[in-house]
């Protein structure tokens, strides 16, 4: 009932083959004029002189805002990752110095979607208006900078056009302002998409300028060459099995979410959308509901925080999918068994390749482990929301090898954790096998990893079996090293083996150093204990720090068994059991 399949370097993640929309001769003829630079208006209607910019249908999202962000708008402040920025402080200008999160809601006015959602229209459009109007004045016109990414472009675009009657609700004069700017923001995009920074900054152009076609004049081919583009950027962001290829759970919400209010444009204009479009959406909602824990949040992977049990529900009903967690996701990597109250998660893949990673982490190997409403074990996670109440300083710090609970090997990253989010080398291959174990007439599930991480720098292979027991009371692990070659290497070698420990739970040390006792906010107690022939190694309990769904860093625990090995190879098992 096992199988195990090396993932090799070049099938680790693998692009979903979409492929543009099929259409009739004169919608192909239609859509390479546009790409050529043949004007939209001249295509639509050539006989007549290009209609006035306004909009064609209001849209209707079914995906709500944060309504404490729109409150906290309603007072004069953004509120981003748990940080409270005073509007009236904030630069507007594309070249403005703010921390990447902030520029992000600023320039990509994520925040409209939570306006919205805290007041009836006539209570609240007039800050999304007086915003917009100074945002305008600060970016008159195209620029270099932030504001001018692809990625934010699409953002404001796509935010401009869902929301609109939050925008255009005030004078004829700001009114006409505004819908020019929405028709000079769909050109540059129309120029510049093929630029974007990466796969998903691209697709957020893309849902931008199908968007625009589908609700402003003269539409009809940059709709078409919008779908073009947009399937088949969404075919190289997308692994076979449904997972972006950055592997971050926040950057599945973003696909999911695009496609939610580009799907609410087809609506508003009564147009079928591509049956691509749907079947994407298929796609991308099991590999997200495969990373959430036993208390329904997401788990910290890639630079995620614990996104919210709510965040991730309103996100998966306004998608429309009725589905399960995908339990084996091996081109997403993450690994995924359930037991009565617990869940586990691992990452049994290679960090992200460079070209797609966002805020790539060093987490192979490492894993999850909740137990009701309870995270036992966990991530420290939130690389993704440093510049909110996360320290920008500690960014590259959290994408670490350390910061996630796995073994690392003389205080080294398993792969080269590099600066603006980038992966360097390390991690090529990762072997993985799932199987099936009966225990006492129930299956219970055994996962087997190892990667090469170590190979080129030690000569050792990790290899870490994880066996979640049938009632989900135990968890047993092994964590070993082997040699990568025919002889092992002379001397001994450091390693840590970390347990990040979830908010709240009070760790105590065996008087043998070879035991913890774990007290758990809700009054359960558990156990870890250290197996009998794992050599000299003792157990330490170290700070650390966890980040929340409200990306808030919360000062942890960590269970830390450490010691010398052998060059040679060494083995260390391990039992983590609730007791009471």
Avoid at 138 to 165: I, K, S
Avoid at 299 to 305: D, E, L, N, R, V
Avoid at 344 to 359: I, T
Avoid at 489 to 505: D, E, S, V, Y
């Amino acid at each position: 009932m096992s199988e195990t399949v090396p993932l090799e370097p070049a099938r680790t993640l693998v692009l979903a083959d979409f492929q543009p929309p099929r259409t009739g001769p004169v919608d192909g003829m239609v859509r390479l004029a546009y790409r050529l630079g043949v004007p939209g208006s001249m295509l639509a209607a050539p006989l007549r002189k290009p209609a006035a910019p306004r909009l064609l249908a209001t849209v209707v999202s079914p995906l709500a805002g944060e309504r404490a962000a729109g409150v906290a708008l309603r007072a004069g402040q953004f509120l981003i990752h748990g940080l409270k920025v005073p509007i009236g402080k904030v630069d507007f200008a594309s070249n403005a110095p703010l921390t990447p999160p902030v520029q992000r809601a600023v320039q990509g006015f994520t925040w409209l979607r939570d306006l919205g959602a805290c007041a009836p229209r006539e209570d609240c459009a007039g800050i999304g208006q007086e915003l917009v109007a100074r945002w305008l004045r600060a970016n008159p016109g195209p620029a270099r900078g932030p504001a001018w990414t692809v990625e934010h472009a699409g953002l404001r675009l796509l935010a401009w056009l869902v929301n609109a009657p939050l925008v255009l609700s005030g004078d004829a004069r700001a009114r006409a302002r505004t819908l020019e700017a929405m028709e000079a923001a769909a050109r540059y995009l129309d120029r510049q998409v093929a630029r974007a920074e990466d796969r998903l900054g691209q697709v957020a152009g893309w849902c931008a300028i199908v968007a625009a076609g589908l609700l402003l004049p003269d539409g009809r081919p940059r709709r078409l060459f919008g779908e073009a583009g947009l399937l088949r950027a969404l075919g190289e962001l997308v692994s076979e099995d449904g997972g972006v290829l950055s592997r971050s759970p926040l950057a599945q919400m973003e696909a999911i979410a695009l496609l939610i209010d580009l799907r609410a444009c087809y609506e508003a204009v009564d147009r079928d959308p591509p049956p691509a479009l749907e079947t994407m959406l298929g796609l991308l909602v099991p590999p997200l509901l495969a990373v959430r824990m036993s208390d329904r949040a997401l788990g910290s992977w890639q630079g995620a925080g614990a996104t919210s049990a709510e965040r991730v529900d309103a996100l998966v009903e306004a998608s429309g999918i009725r589905t399960r967690p995908g339990k084996e996701s091996r081109h997403w990597g993450y690994q995924r068994a359930d037991a009565g109250k617990a869940v586990l998660v691992l990452d049994g893949a290679p960090p992200p390749r460079a070209r797609h990673a966002r805020h790539g982490c060093a987490s192979t190997l490492a894993f999850e482990f909740s137990h009701g409403e309870q995270r036992i074990v966990v991530n420290c996670g939130g690389a993704e929301l440093a510049g909110g109440q996360v320290p920008v300083r500690i960014e590259q710090g959290l994408r670490g090898t350390a910061a996630h609970s796995t073994l690392v090997l003389d205080d080294a990253n398993s792969t080269a954790v590099l600066i603006k989010g980038q992966i360097g080398k390390g991690v090529e291959e990762v072997d993985i096998a799932r199987t099936l174990v009966r225990q006492k007439g129930c299956d219970a599930v055994r996962l087997e990893a190892s990667h090469n991480g170590y190979a080129a720098r030690y000569g050792l292979i990790h290899r870490r079996t994880l066996l979640l027991g049938a009632d989900g009371t135990g968890l047993s692990g092994e964590d070993v090293l082997e040699p990568s070659g025919r002889q092992g290497k002379r001397g001994k070698i450091g390693f840590a083996i970390r347990f990040h420990l979830g908010h709240g739970i009070e760790a105590g040390l065996a008087d043998d150093l070879r035991g913890a006792g774990l007290a758990l906010p809700d009054g359960s107690y558990w156990q870890f204990r250290l197996g009998g022939d794992s050599g000299e190694a003792q157990i330490a309990i170290d700070d650390s720090l966890w980040v929340d769904g409200q990306g808030r860093p919360r000062a942890t625990q960590q269970l830390v068994v450490e010691g010398l090995t052998s060059r040679s190879g060494g083995r260390f098992p391990w039992l983590l059991k609730r007791m009471g």
